[in-house]
């Protein structure tokens, strides 16, 4: 059997597609999890986690944002892993910032079209911090 590119890119793109949709699902659980404890306890995980109740729903919705802060990160060239264990305040404030971001769907675009390249963009509510992380820079 002869595999074209065309081929090939037809399965990249159904490959992203089911990630995509398994992220989602994921995530939609993790927000009904979320919705399912007593407000108590929701209170008091929001505050372990040094959000408000407020910031953790909204993290806890918003899987895209999430995604995309991995990819830019990756894009970058920042290692998150190592941010969120030696920097939890900065990791945090990102992932606020990137469920904030009105700007998702240009952020996606431009990472899927490769404009996205060791800088962030302007318009990415992190680009600063990104900049600041990046062992390129």
């Excluded at 830019?72 to 030696?86: F, K, P, Q, S, Y």
């Amino acid at each position: 059997m002869n595999i074209t590119h065309a081929d090939e890119e037809i399965s990249r793109l159904v490959g992203r597609a089911v990630a995509w949709w398994r992220d989602r699902v994921e995530a939609q659980a993790q927000a009904r999890e979320l919705a399912d404890l007593p407000p108590q306890d929701r209170a008091d995980l929001a505050r372990d986690l040094a959000l408000t109740p407020a910031d953790l729903d909204l993290l806890a919705r918003d899987a895209r944002g999430g995604m995309l802060m991995e990819r830019m990160a990756r894009a970058c060239e920042v290692d998150l892993g190592e941010v969120r264990r030696t920097m939890p305040d900065v990791s945090r404030h990102m992932a606020l910032g990137c469920a904030r971001c009105g700007d998702k769907t240009r952020c996606r675009h431009d990472m899927d079209a490769g404009l996205v390249d060791l800088v962030a963009p302007d318009y990415c509510p992190n680009a600063a911090t990104f900049r600041e992380l990046s062992p390129q820079l």
